[in-house]
């Protein structure tokens, strides 16, 4: 039996234990990624099809009294890198969602959700970021095209306290220059201010996902992320606040009724001697 964590205020509780997604729920539907931290039950784990996440720098597993297990970032190196996750290249319809806390302190921009091309690295040509400007309290998204980048942010300064658990939700359709992105903040929409106008053929985004950080490591979050999920449709905001409800927010994650199976299993197979040769006698 898995155990849960519960937030006496929010009522909101997630399995602490292995889980397996929950293909009932409305939110499943266009679902590409879902990393759950797991540390024990795989790590960062896509509890879709995989591949996994790798951490890697001096970043540990934490925990949180609402969102369980995540992973804490230090702010200065390393982060998870997913490869091979080629389902996620080139989606146009969008949503990215992400469950972090902000400590005090740390970079101005840091990173924490990124889809990148290995050839470029600039704000232009990344594919998208999910970040943050920790000085002025606004959560931004860009959106990488050949010529100019799209970078839009809330318009007002977000009550992100810092050491408080948040939910920031993207949805946007790639490769449409005129519409802006929806942003959620902790289950409501935010009114966009557009800091630079997309312009040209959307990026490529055919190298790994990074979570917590950028792909050259320049820009690692200083904070804890317990969870990223993808899907190659836009969310409603119905769907976006169903991801906030603390009645609602962890129904794609079930327990799983698996056995886990950790460290070496060493299965000896007995010999078995052959049968005996029968022998028929006939007496006359």
Do not use: C
């Not at 898995?2 to 399995?15: C, Y």
């Not at 606040?241 to 007995?270: C, K, M, N, Q």
């Amino acid at each position: 039996m898995s155990l849960a964590v519960t937030n006496p205020i929010q009522g909101s509780q997630r399995l602490l234990g292995p889980v397996v997604l929950n293909r009932w729920s409305p939110l499943h539907q266009g679902l590409v990624a879902y990393y759950s931290i797991r540390p024990g039950f795989g790590g960062v784990k896509d509890l879709l099809w995989g591949p996994n996440g790798t951490l890697t720098g001096n970043d540990m597993f934490t925990s949180n009294p609402v969102a369980g297990h995540g992973v804490k970032f230090d702010g200065t190196s390393g982060g998870v890198s997913v490869a091979g996750a080629n389902r996620l290249n080139g989606l146009i319809d969008l949503t990215v969602s992400t469950w972090f806390v902000r400590p005090s302190g740390g970079i101005q921009f840091p990173m924490l959700v990124q889809k990148s091309d290995p050839v470029t690295s600039n704000n232009q040509t990344r594919r998208w970021q999910v970040t943050l400007n920790t000085t002025s309290n606004f959560l931004l998204f860009i959106a990488g095209y050949s010529t100019a980048g799209g970078i839009w942010r809330t318009t007002n300064a977000d009550v992100l306290l810092t050491n408080i658990l948040h939910n920031f939700t993207v949805v946007y359709t790639h490769a449409d220059t005129a519409q802006d992105p929806t942003l959620y903040v902790d289950g409501r929409s935010r009114a966009v201010t557009e800091s630079t106008t997309p312009l040209g053929t959307a990026a490529d985004d055919d190298d790994a996902l990074f979570i917590g950080d950028n792909d050259d490591d320049t820009l690692e979050f200083n904070g804890s992320i317990y969870l990223v999920a993808i899907w190659n449709r836009r969310l409603s905001a119905a769907e976006a606040w169903r991801l906030y409800d603390p009645a609602t927010r962890w129904e794609l994650e079930e327990e799983s009724h698996f056995p886990v199976l950790t460290g070496t299993l060493d299965i000896t197979v007995p010999s078995i001697a052959p049968p005996k040769k029968l022998i028929s006698v006939s007496i006359g």
